[in-house]
């Protein structure tokens, strides 16, 4: 009852604001991922020791990267693996 009564008061204040469409938000106003890379991603993992899953988005670019990154690391490791050996000291 009260907002009734501010709003009545507002429109009879500015008679202009009362006739001023106003256009509504919608979801179709915002804007779309630039590119395709851009969209985000999200993906459910499975963790040891609990019920439930833990939940990682990104978008595609930045899992590009992260399997990328992943990729390297396994390389690293497994070329260090083949040339030295933990034991080539003793």
């Keep these: 009852m009260m907002v009734v009564l501010i709003a009545a008061a507002l429109m009879a204040a500015d008679p202009a604001a009362a006739t001023t469409p106003v256009a509504p938000v919608t979801a179709t106003t915002a804007k779309p991922p630039a590119n395709d890379l851009d969209k ?3 993906i459910s993992e499975e963790v040891t020791g609990t019920r439930f899953p833990k ?4 978008t595609k670019r930045e899992w590009k990267a992260i399997t990328q990154d992943s ?3 396994l390389d690293d490791a497994t070329t260090h693996h083949e040339t030295q050996s933990p034991l ?3």
């Design 40 to 42: 985000v991603v999200c």
């Design 55 to 58: 939940k990682q988005c990104h």
């Design 71 to 73: 990729r390297d690391t």
């Design 88 to 90: 080539a000291g003793h």
